[in-house]
């Protein structure tokens, strides 16, 4: 019976100084919905990051370290050491243990996106997320020397589509000097989006790298030498050398032997990783940053429960009168307290059911633009047990920090005289 | 010198005074000069009025009936019991059971309706409730009638009350659920003179009706001659 009695008092006190409150709940509520989103964040970033590629056994390059490899092949970040010959490449599509190979070949670039020279295996064999297959969302992949199939990100922020000519630059950069000017590429396809760095990067075959290239042997263009589409048909263009291989096994379980293997392989130094070990160990460099950023998050909490309780014991001298009525009614002191502790908490569980509505509205609402403009794939989806421990504390600090006007009231109403506060 | 009678007993033949003070002083620190209080007794029913100019401790006096303030030396009983050989607990539950308080001024919670403030004693005590033998809304509104409060007024917030109207609320919230003792302290210094003739004889009336005893303290002597008994209040050295 006093508990209800307490719970109406608290509820309508609230809502007498909800002008006041308000203010600090929405404080509180910003922070708890930043708290809220940087966790969710957090998971999905890391659910999007890890899912950048799968089914890959191994990764083969020239000899590097696992993360400068894992870098320039799968997040074109960085640039290849060196390339391994396209003789090493034959030798390794003889191995009967290899299931299947996706050369890549890096070095050129599109309007500050990578260009990847691969064959059609990589529209076969790549995958990504939960093993899901490359899709295009319009045209087919290259089947002529100077197609290109594009990558959703680039269509888009481009505004390409099929048909379209593109001219390919020489080196990486967003604004590069020599441009394969005499070979333009046709657009042939544009890859569904996938979330990951497949969105970024335009995909020529491995016959059209070595095409365009015809006659930059020193780097720049060297006029006559270049060849013209028209030339290009019918040509052989075996490349001499490719940048990195992805490789899948036949049998899982043979994995760390052929990595051993080919790191020891005779022919040239390579390098082979494993993309799942090595990203994360990348995901582990990254995740001291996400969780300092959670920690400031942490802090931005509890200094807004800091305010609010400020607030509150900003108005305890407003609700002397209020105190001595009740007391003088017989109320006991412990009933006083508590209505500072419901208070508190029913201020932190509106901030929280408030931040969790503003955070899902929020989710639905940008989770299609960040897909298409940032390549994030972040979906609504029902709370990780980390993510309502996290909510849920929230109630539970407010609590805490409420015992500070809860047992200065406490005290200052033990002492209570009749009448008007002071008087005595 | 408190032998009668058990804290809280009740014999049939014998009905304990509302109010029993003996060798009453308090003391607030060792700076302050201890106050002493004279003796009373004050049978069920019967009205007492306290004249006493500002200073000489009446807010002091009602707090230590009141059970809010601790004595130095002496006893108080309400209705036989030793208030101050109960607990803190049993003391807020007694003042919750027998005792309607009104004050000066700022009477009412102020984010309570007027009939919510009516009904707060008998949502703090069980005992006011099964006194007022119906619900408490009903037993509110009948107060709030009787008191000249329009209707229109039970849903409004307090605050939006003129005075008058704010003190006859306060005066409904000390008489709902009959209790045996009304502690007033100076409740009509805010009113004008028709209005606080009006006031007193309501509230008597009414808590006649209840036989409930008021003790009704004030500066004004003028307001003595409504009340049974009269008492003056001087600080007297201890």
């Known amino acids: 019976m006093k508990a209800r009695l307490a719970l109406s008092l608290a509820g309508a006190s609230l809502w007498h100084r909800r002008k006041v409150l308000a203010l600090v709940c929405l404080t509180l509520t910003l922070s708890v919905t930043l708290l809220l989103g940087i966790q969710y964040l957090r998971t999905e970033v890391k659910q999007s990051f890890t899912s950048t590629i799968s089914d890959t056994d191994l990764i083969i390059g020239a000899r590097s370290g696992q993360l400068n490899l894992l870098l320039y092949t799968v997040f074109h970040i960085g640039d290849a050491t060196n390339n391994i010959r396209w003789s090493t490449f034959q030798e390794l599509e003889q191995n009967t243990r290899i299931d299947w190979l996706i050369p890549i070949s890096l070095g050129d670039s599109f309007k500050g996106f990578r260009v990847v020279g691969t064959n059609r295996d990589f529209g076969e064999h790549f995958r990504f997320g939960r093993g899901q297959p490359l899709n295009l969302a319009d045209g087919q992949w290259f089947d002529r020397v100077f197609d290109v199939v594009l990558g959703a990100g680039v269509a888009r922020t481009l505004n390409h589509g099929i048909g379209d000519e593109i001219v390919l630059s020489h080196g990486g950069g967003r604004t590069s000097f020599s441009n394969h000017k005499d070979t333009p590429f046709t657009v042939t396809g544009v890859l569904e989006a996938t979330g990951t760095p497949v969105d970024q990067a335009a995909y020529i075959s491995l016959q059209g790298m070595e095409a365009m290239h015809v006659g930059w042997e020193s780097g720049v263009a060297i006029p006559g030498r270049t060849l013209t589409p028209e030339q290009a048909e019918g040509r052989d263009f075996t490349p001499g050398a490719i940048t990195a291989v992805f490789a899948g096994l036949d049998r899982k379980i043979l994995t760390f032997r052929v990595q051993r293997e080919l790191n020891q392989y005779a022919g040239e130094p390579l390098s082979a990783i494993l993309p799942g070990v090595a990203l994360s160990e990348l995901w582990r460099l990254m995740s001291q940053f996400e969780r300092a950023l959670l920690g400031i998050t942490g802090f931005v909490v509890i200094t807004s429960l800091i305010g609010l309780v400020a607030v509150l014991l900003t108005l305890q001298t407003q609700r002397a009168h209020e105190i001595a009525i009740l007391r003088a009614t017989g109320a006991s002191p412990g009933l006083i307290a508590s209505l500072y502790l419901i208070e508190c908490l029913g201020l932190a569980v509106v901030a929280c059911l408030t931040s969790l509505g503003l955070s899902a509205f929020a989710i639905s609402m940008l989770g299609p633009w960040l897909l298409t403009n940032y390549g994030v794939q972040i979906q609504l989806r029902p709370l990780n047990v980390e993510e309502w421990a996290l909510l849920i504390s929230v109630p539970l600090a407010a609590v805490l920090v409420a015992l500070a006007p809860a047992l200065s009231a406490w005290r200052q109403s033990r002492s209570q005289g009749f009448g008007s506060p002071g008087e005595a | ?238």
Request: proline content about 7%; charged content about 20%.
């Open chain 2, 1 to 238: 010198m408190n032998s009668q009678s058990e804290p809280g007993a009740r014999s049939s033949e014998y009905v304990p005074a509302a109010l029993e003070v003996k060798n009453l002083s308090f003391c607030w620190d060792s700076q302050h000069p201890p106050l002493a209080f004279p003796d009373l007794s004050l049978p069920r029913g019967e009205h007492l009025f306290l004249h006493g100019p500002s200073g000489t401790g009446k807010s002091t006096f009602l707090s230590l009936l009141a059970g809010m303030l601790a004595p130095a030396t002496g006893s108080i009983r309400l209705l036989g019991a030793d208030i101050h050989k109960l607990g803190a607990g049993k003391r807020d539950r007694f003042r919750a059971d027998h005792i309607g308080v009104i004050f000066q001024q700022f009477n009412l919670v102020p984010y309570l309706t007027a009939e919510a403030n009516v009904t707060l004693p008998c949502r703090l005590s069980q005992r006011r409730k099964t006194t007022t033998g119906e619900a408490p809304t009903p037993a509110a509104q009948r107060l709030l009638t009787a008191l000249a409060i329009p209707q229109s007024h039970w849903q409004r917030k307090v605050t939006q009350l003129s005075i008058g109207q704010q003190q006859r609320i306060a005066a409904a919230r000390a008489l709902i659920g009959a209790p045996e003792i009304i502690l007033a302290d100076e409740p009509t210094s805010a009113l004008d003179s028709d209005n606080r003739d009006r006031f007193i004889n309501l509230l008597l009336t009414m808590a006649e009706e209840r036989n409930t005893s008021v003790l009704f303290v004030s500066h004004d002597r003028s307001l003595a001659r409504h009340f049974h008994h009269q008492i003056q209040l001087e600080q007297v050295p201890a």
